[in-house]
């Protein structure tokens, strides 16, 4: 199947600093991708919608001046935390699909363990 | 927008038993419904999906039925193992290109 990298696979980082996380489609284009959270034994979240070339779109409650996402290319998306808490801790994952129809599967990024210290 | 329920949120049976993971989604527009496996700290897994011009897909022990009408879909482990022990994930889409939505998901453990 098709082959989605998400880098870094851990970061650590102090409390009011930004990180920034990669979401790279390897061998596909993706005009849109997701970002998802996954607190400890939780479900996944979706965070937003990333659209190639526009603005991405935010589910409910999630704050888009606190995560900027940005999708410069048909292959790269990045989820910045701006000024991070110790509430940000988490694991954020992205996904991409082939978008034209029959193609159905979704494939995942390893994900990415932000702990905010 | 899309809701996906899934029940029980553990279970846990006896190595050669049978496990049965049920979910419910709300959106009658969904067309494509995934099941995941996902192990601690990484991505989840697909182990089956269907769309929903299929009433029932299978592959060696797993199974995945889909009733359209009542809107809900579940997954059917056979003969479990030990390996199986995990925790699984449904999930619902519509269109292609759309996110999937997840439910809570089910901590499976099989005792040998």
């Known amino acids: 199947g098709a082959v989605v990298s998400q880098h870094p696979s851990r970061v650590i980082c102090k409390s009011g600093t930004s990180v920034k996380i990669e979401c790279r489609s390897l061998?596909?284009?993706?005009?849109?991708m997701f970002w998802y959270r996954q607190f400890p034994k939780q479900s996944l979240m979706l965070m937003a919608t990333?659209?190639?070339?526009?603005?991405?779109?935010?589910e409910q409650g999630v704050e888009k001046d606190k995560f900027l996402i940005n999708h410069a290319s048909l292959t790269l998306s990045t989820l910045t935390v701006t000024s991070a808490h110790p509430e940000d801790s988490s694991f954020y994952i992205c996904?991409?699909?082939?978008?034209?129809?029959?193609?159905?599967?979704?494939?995942f990024g390893q994900g990415t363990r932000l702990t905010v210290v | 927008g899309e809701n996906v329920e899934q029940h029980p949120s553990t279970l846990s049976v006896q190595e050669g038993d049978s496990a049965v993971i049920k979910c419910t989604y709300s959106?009658?527009?969904?067309?494509?419904f995934p099941w995941y496996k996902q192990e601690l700290g990484k991505r989840p897994q697909l182990i089956i999906d269907?769309?929903?011009?299929?009433g029932e897909k299978k592959d060696q022990r797993i199974a995945v039925t889909l009733n359209k009408t009542a809107k809900h879909f579940s997954l059917h482990i056979t003969e479990t193992q030990p390996e199986d022990s995990a925790v699984y994930f449904c999930?619902?889409?519509?269109?292609?290109?759309?996110?999937?939505?997840f439910g809570k998901g089910t901590t499976l453990s099989v005792s040998s």
């Open positions: 999930a619902a889409r519509g269109q292609a290109g759309t996110a999937l939505i």
């Open positions: 990333s659209n190639e070339g526009s603005k991405a779109t935010y």
């Open positions: 269907i769309r929903s011009n299929v």
């Open positions: 959106d009658s527009a969904s067309n494509y």
């Open positions: 061998d596909f284009q993706a005009t849109t």
């Open positions: 996904s991409a699909s082939v978008s034209e129809w029959p193609y159905t599967e979704a494939f």
